[in-house]
């Protein structure tokens, strides 16, 4: 069966490279090795004299001595006679292994037998019997040394491009397949329209962008844009990752660059496309401890061959990375990788759009609404999406369902942000701790104003050490937090311990991830952001954070006194402690909805925002406009 991977040969060769029906080297030498079996079987079987009866060299004296001996024949070997069978006196053949016997002549002549003396000529079976080990050892010899440096992967082909092959009709993937980053896949056309008509760029003289980097957070879609760029111009696609370049051979990854750019030379217009490009693309330092001269040695083979290749033949280079911060400067100049593209996450129209293409396949019941799902799957990537659809319709599936519910969506969110329900059984005095912690919670994020509304709370326990949770969902995306915005956010996190401190007079170790995550929040206010009035608006943080990856607030020393580093610590303590004060006085004027909420958590374990905000009205019937000062922020300068 022939492999779909594989780009068909125009002359019509096999995939080994010889033309189809003629035999190679190895193939030829077994028919001659075959043919030479042949003749020495036939020679010794056929051509062979026959021997007669074998008999022991004393019976052959015997029969001399008695005169039952007519003709003998003396060979190197053996001897040959022809005599008298004693008992019905007919002649028969006969022979003997020849034993040396310097009284054999004068005992014939004595007898009066007649004897001659033949040479062997076999010349054919003695040449066999060494060129036949020799063609032997030279066939095996070929055999292992062809699998050793064969295509599919032998030892001796290291150094080859492990990259695969797609050919113009293997990808199917359009477009029309991708959403949500419209932006991105606009940028892209570009490309395609070029690869289709290369004329109507180069008649004028202009040049199309030999490489384009996309750039953009995991499982946002990068490498599905490149093979929809691939379907769209119905050329050959070659695929490949970073890492598939670095072995432990010195010197293989280098190889591996040139062999990469040769086939591609050979299968023009086509398309590169080099996965996580950050393993090989890592900007290049000197270190005390030295570098990695294997990793430069194929960055610099990259660039090298970037810029040998004649761009009017119509190969462009697309890569894809999550950490573009790290990238070597050499390798995002103009000629080089010219063109970023961002593929960011979806806002809530493409994520619509993205459920609306991953549902073509599942069969969905009429009361699920995809413009409610987008909107409660804020910050999802189209993989998380893809992932979301596919958990809703396993636990459809799991209850015996013909069709997925809304019930079955929103359960999968759960699982997907919070994590795998556990049927884990605690005392009654822990589930009275975690229900006042995430009460705690709950009240302070739906008092606070500009907070995402509280869509759930939970004494479930899922994921890994979650006894519970809270779970907001924003109503529309956002992109900036002001500083009051962050304030209230630290507030929502202290108030689970809060709310302990309230209820118990005693605080547990539930609180120990919402301590970390406000800390990273409070000192990333301080020393990046520039909201502390004591510091000012300067940045004290000394390494750049990456980009599209899933850490927002890192601790990171920069390079400032260690007086600095005290009033970072005090401006730290002074931000967290005002939001702890603000969340025990919310909840120490709403005592008695603490109460009710802990309560009702415990008899239901579930609680859904219409019921929180059933709840929290019945309190607020009468709300007191002092009860809660609003902090108005100072105004922020303008910005760029």
């Known amino acids: 069966m022939a492999d779909p991977n594989q780009i068909p040969n125009p002359r019509g060769k096999k995939p080994g490279g010889r033309l189809a029906g003629r035999p190679g080297p190895a193939s030829a030498m077994w028919y001659v090795l075959a043919f030479l079996l042949l003749l020495a079987l036939g020679q010794a079987f056929f051509f062979a004299d026959p021997a007669g009866q074998a008999l022991s060299y004393s019976d052959f004296k015997r029969m001399v001595r008695e005169g039952r001996v007519q003709e003998v024949t003396v060979a190197e070997e053996q001897v040959r006679w022809t005599g008298t069978d004693a008992p019905d006196g007919r002649q028969r053949a006969f022979s003997a292994v020849r034993v040396e016997d310097p009284t054999l002549l004068e005992e014939l002549e004595r007898h009066g037998v007649k004897y001659t003396g033949e040479v062997s000529s076999r010349w054919l079976g003695d040449a066999l019997g060494w060129v036949i080990p020799l063609l032997f050892l030279v066939a095996l010899w070929t055999f292992f040394f062809r699998r050793m440096s064969g295509a599919e992967g032998g030892v001796m082909s290291f150094a080859r491009s492990k990259a695969k092959v797609f050919a113009d009709d293997d990808v199917k993937v359009r477009f029309s397949d991708v959403a949500g980053v419209d932006e991105a896949a606009e940028e892209l056309r570009e490309i395609v329209e070029f690869l289709k008509t290369p004329k109507k760029y180069t008649s004028i003289g202009g040049r199309i962008p030999k490489g384009v980097l996309l750039v953009g957070p995991p499982g946002t879609g990068k490498t ?22 670095v072995e432990m051979f010195v010197g293989v ?4 660059v040139r062999d990469l750019f040769a086939q591609a030379d050979g299968k023009a217009p086509c398309i590169i496309f080099i996965d996580e490009l950050d393993a090989i693309g890592k900007v290049r330092i000197q270190t005390p401890m030295g570098s990695h001269e ?13 810029d040998g290749f004649d761009g009017r033949k119509g190969i462009i280079i697309m890569g894809a990375t999550n950490r573009p911060e790290v990238l070597d400067p050499a390798l995002l100049r103009p000629g080089r990788f010219d063109r970023q593209v961002l593929v960011d996450k979806p806002d809530i129209r493409g994520r619509e759009d993205i459920l609306r293409i991953h549902v073509r396949n599942v069969t969905v019941d009429d009361s699920v609404d ?36 809304m019930k079955d969506f929103n359960e999968a969110i ?49 994921g890994f050490g979650a006894l519970g949770y809270t779970l907001q969902l924003p109503l529309e995306d ?35 991830n919402d301590l970390q995550r406000a800390t990273d929040i409070a000192r990333a206010m301080v020393t990046e952001f520039g909201m502390s009035e004591v510091l000012g608006a300067v940045n004290y943080n000394g390494q750049k954070r990456a980009a599209f990856l899933d850490s927002p607030f890192v601790q990171e020393r920069g390079a400032y006194a260690e007086e600095t580093a005290q009033k970072i610590d005090s401006e730290v303590k002074r931000i967290i402690a005002e939001a702890h004060d603000k969340a025990r006085r919310i909840l120490r004027e709403r005592r008695d909805v603490l109460d009710t909420l802990s309560e009702r958590l415990l008899v239901k374990e579930v609680i859904e925002a219409d019921e929180l905000a059933a709840i929290m009205e ?7 406009p002092d009860a809660i000062p609003v902090e108005v922020p100072p105004p922020a300068p303008a910005s760029a």
């Open 414 to 462: 759960d699982r997907v942000i919070a994590g795998l329900e556990k049927k884990r059984v605690m005392s009654d005095k822990e589930r009275r701790i975690v229900a006042f912690h995430e009460a705690g919670h709950a009240i302070v994020a739906t008092v606070l104003p500009g907070l995402d509304p509280v869509h759930k709370i939970s004494i479930v326990a899922r």
């Open 618 to 624: 019945a309190d607020m019937a009468a709300p007191d």
């Open 224 to 245: 599905l844009l490149a093979r929809a760029v691939a379907g769209e111009a119905k050329v050959p696609f070659f695929s490949l990752s970073g890492s598939e370049f």
């Open 478 to 512: 956002r992109y900036l937090m002001t500083r009051q915005d962050l304030h209230s956010q630290l507030s929502v996190l202290l108030g689970g311990r809060s709310a302990e401190e309230i209820a118990f007079g005693e605080i547990s170790t539930g609180a120990q």
């Open 370 to 405: 995809l413009k409610v799902l987008a909107a409660r799957t804020a910050g999802f990537a189209g993989a998380d999406l893809a992932n979301l659809v596919n958990e809703a319709a396993l636990l459809a599936a799991r209850r015996d369902k013909k069709a997925v519910e």
């Open 253 to 256: 990854g280098a190889a591996r």
């Open 294 to 306: 294997e990793r430069e040695q194929t960055l610099n083979q990259l660039l090298a061959e970037m």
